[in-house]
Every structure is written in structure tokens, then in C-alpha cells.
């Protein structure tokens, strides 16, 4: 309805369910990440003066940018070191996406790397041997496997949906000629990806590959690059995805405000959760059973298979909490947010 599709000429099947919401959300997302690089080259933090926040509903024009914060060296046992640089010949360039590489995970057993990417695709590069200097890059890029994200026994064509936009005049769209048919006025067309690979973690074996899609879609991969399963019940873009340790379920989290625990062996879903009220950014295990999550509604909530209601919330921040992380060791857990902090608890 907002888009004003119903009262146009558009055939609105060709366009993808709320593929205006993904649009200006994903929009938001890179605008901000982008202004920051531009506006901000030496990482000073960038502060609106009025709010004292800067998150993704705030990207816009920052009226100052802070100036760099005083920090005692010795004031958290953390010691401030100049940053390492490596010579040219100790890095070894991989070229082989033709988009954004939004994320890396190594596999925890062999010498493989994982990459996705706004290309539509992950890719498993084989990097044993890498360390040798005298190796060419093109070696390992040529051994590389593509894994392509489109549904399985579809072709590519068939099953990609509709990803062009057209842009008309809102007071034409509604104005009608003499005899009686919608004037529309063109403004412009373009078009945007929904199949960014935005999430992808092995699991504690090596064995499996699991990525999250934009295009709402978890799959899991062996480390041959063959796809095992697609996982389908997220409403729009997976932000991230974790194997537990027993590498029997998958948990993921997406724009849909949902957390879903996935079966990996059968490839079907066990229990999906809807407790917070905006897009959950961020999950991780604290057991196979047990795993925290964190949104933009600022909260993180712990919840447990079988169980209708968080077993415990915390709120401690004041902005989107980006980021969480457990600790198996000392049983704590670490969240990271807008509002500029970093709490362990």
C-alpha cells in the first residue's frame, strides 16, 4: 500500500514481498556505514548533539563530530599500541567476488576460508599453502568453490524474484486524463540485490557450512561446496546465524523481529521465537539448547528451547544493541551498542 503499486499499471506479482521495507532498511544500513566513511576518515567517534546517539534510525547529517575521548592507558589494564602494519609481499589478495564482501569465517579444522558477498554468492577458498610467498594468488582463486544461492532444482532465472523498481510522481499516480486512464510520470528505475550473503558460520566439525541470505533464506553447505538444504521461514533478510556446539541445530536472527532454531539434520524448523519488538541483529549459544539474542529494541533476551517467554531480559543499554557474545569460559556475556558501550555480564 505504501509503495502505491495498487494504483499503478505495475504488475505487483513481479515484485517480491515487502520488498519496499528490505529496500529503504537496507538503504538506512548502508547510508550510514557509507556517511561514516566518508565523514569520518580517522575514526574519531561522530556524536548528533542533541541526541548524543548515532544508530540507524539516526543516519542522517551529524551536525559535529566529537573530538577524540581521553583515556587513561591504565584505567581498564588496556594498553593502546600503534597499529600493525604488514609489507605488501606478507599479504596475499583474493579477487575473485565481483561485489562487497560482507563477512569471513574460517573453518575450524582445515585450511579453509569462507567469504560472502553482495554477488549473490559464498565462496569456500582453499588456502593450504597460502603461507608460501612464491604462490600465486590465481592458484587459490582457480580452486575455489562457488556456492550460488538460488533454490535448489530451480533454475537461476526462474526462481530470482523481481528486484527492479520504478519510481513515479505520487500526485500523478493519482491524477487521470480526459479519458478517464492514470497520467504517471516516470522518475526514475533501478535496482537493488536480495541476495547480499550476509551471515555464514561452520560448524565445530568443519564439516558444514550454514549462510543467511537477504533474500530471507538459511542454507547449509558442505565443505565441498554442495548445498545440502535451504531453511525458508524468516520474513525478510537473516542478519546472522550459529551453529550450537553439537552442530545439530542452527539458530538464526532476522529483520522479521524472529529467532528460529533450525533441525540440521532433518532441515526443517523446531521453534521459532518472537520476542522482541524490532529486528533481532545478533544471536549466539550459551548450551545447545540455550542462546541469547539482541535487537534494535535496545534489549537482549535469553530463551530456551521449549519455552514460550525469554527465561531472562536484560536492558541495560540505551540504543540498538549491534552485537553479542558468549563466553564459555567464564560463563559471561558480552553486548556492544549504539549508545557507544561495550557491558559484560
Known amino acids: 500500500m505504501e509503495s502505491n503499486l495498487v494504483d499503478s499499471d ?5 515484485v517480491a514481498s515487502g520488498a519496499l521495507v528490505m529496500m529503504v532498511q537496507r538503504g538506512l544500513f548502508y547510508a550510514e556505514a557509507e556517511f561514516r566513511a566518508m565523514a569520518n576518515p580517522d575514526n574519531t567517534p561522530m556524536l548528533d548533539e542533541k541526541t548524543d546517539t ?31 602494519e604488514f609489507p ?9 567476488h565481483s561485489s562487497e564482501v560482507f563477512i569471513c569465517a574460517w573453518n575450524p579444522v582445515e585450511d579453509l576460508m569462507a567469504s560472502g558477498s553482495g554477488d549473490s554468492t559464498a565462496r569456500i577458498w582453499n588456502l593450504a599453502g597460502s603461507e608460501n610467498p612464491a604462490t600465486p594468488s590465481r592458484e587459490f582463486e582457480a580452486r575455489t568453490k562457488v556456492l550460488k544461492h538460488c533454490t535448489s532444482g530451480e533454475s537461476e532465472k526462474a526462481q530470482q524474484p523481481s528486484n527492479k523498481f520504478v519510481l513515479w510522481h505520487s500526485a500523478e499516480l493519482r491524477a ?6 492514470r497520467r504517471k510520470m ?32 538459511a542454507r547449509i553447505w558442505t565443505a565441498e561446496g554442495r548445498l545440502r538444504c535451504t531453511l525458508g521461514a524468516h520474513k525478510g533478510p537473516i542478519f546472522a546465524l550459529k551453529w550450537n556446539s553439537k552442530g545439530d541445530f542452527i539458530l538464526s536472527a532476522g529483520v522479521d523481529k524472529s529467532t528460529i532454531v533450525w533441525d540440521a539434520v ?23 539448547d540455550t542462546f541469547a539474542s539482541c535487537s534494535t529494541d535496545k534489549s537482549i533476551h535469553v530463551s530456551r528451547l521449549g ?39
Not at 10 to 14: A, L, Q, R
Not at 61 to 83: E, L, M, W
Not at 339 to 344: A, F, I, P, Q, Y
Request: one cysteine or more.
Open 186 to 217: 516516470r522518475l526514475g528505475q533501478f535496482s537493488i540485490s536480495i541476495k547480499d550473503v550476509t551471515s555464514l558460520d561452520w560448524d565445530a566439525a568443519g564439516d558444514l557450512l550454514a549462510t543467511g541470505c537477504y533474500d530471507g533464506f
Open 266 to 288: 532433518k532441515g526443517q524448523q523446531v521453534q521459532q521465537f518472537h520476542f522482541h519488538t524490532a529486528s533481532a541483529l545478533d544471536v549466539d549459544w550459551i548450551t545447545n
Open 307 to 345: 519455552c514460550d517467554k525469554p527465561i531472562r531480559t536484560y536492558l541495560g543499554h540505551r540504543n540498538e544493541v549491534n552485537a553479542i557474545k558468549y563466553d564459555q569460559h567464564s560463563n559471561r556475556l558480552a553486548s556492544c551498542s549504539d549508545d557507544m558501550s561495550l557491558k559484560v555480564r
Open 88 to 96: 605488501e609481499d606478507k599479504v596475499r589478495f583474493l579477487k575473485c
Open 176 to 181: 487521470r486524463s480526459s479519458i478517464g486512464k
Open 54 to 84: 548515532l544508530g540507524l534510525i539516526e543516519a542522517g547529517i551529524v551536525t559535529d563530530v566529537a573530538a577524540p575521548r581521553a583515556v587513561s592507558g591504565d584505567s581498564n589494564g588496556v594498553r593502546h599500541t600503534d597499529v600493525l
Open 10 to 14: 505495475i504488475d505487483c506479482t513481479e
